[in-house]
């Protein structure tokens, strides 16, 4: 079945959200086309808002007029969708596909929160312990990532656990510029510093990035906020 011309893809996104370009990446690794919807979320549309109506958040994928919410949900309806096309997103072995997403869960339950303290927080007590708790986990990821000679985290190929660490390879150096201190260095994780290059060049990725610079200031002004309000 040639899904290219039988099926129509939207995806409701917006222009700085990680988890919308998340979907971005694995819709390229299948080679989809489809149209995309930019939402302001200071004014949602109503078809955002009834595709949906729990959340009313991005993104959102409809698949021939059926909504599918949640980044890691819609990642994984894409990959099963299009089984046949493209890279495999989430591994055939069971076991495989659920230390993926074990893995991939491991991002925002325990990365990204200590990531998003250090970065919207003034240097103290408070940013240090921050930063200590986000290397402990950069550490387990890093020590993960060593377990073979794999390029990626899912083998040779982009897969479920690099989309969902995939936005911090270009997030990450914001903040460091931002903040004027190294969280990631080639010394403290050399497996980590390289996935970050690998990533950014991957083919399904690298023509698929928000714009630099603009995210660049919206950061600056997102930790302004923070530390004026602190």
Known sequence: MDHQQEEKVQLFGMWASPYVYKVKWALSIKGMEYEYVEEDLGNKSGQLLEH??????????????????????????????????????????????AMARFWARFVPDKLSPPIWKWFTTAGGEEQEAAREAAVEHLRVLEAELNLGSNEFFGGDSVGLVDLSLGALAYVIPMYEEIIGARLITEEMFPSLYAWMGRFLAAPPVKDHLPPMEELKLRFRAIREYFLKNA
């Open 52 to 97: 949906n109506p729990v959340h009313k958040k991005v993104p959102v994928l409809v698949y021939n007029g059926r909504p599918v919410a949640e980044s890691d949900v819609i990642v994984q309806f894409i990959d099963d969708v299009w089984k046949g096309q493209g890279g495999r997103i989430l591994p055939e072995d069971p076991h495989e596909r």
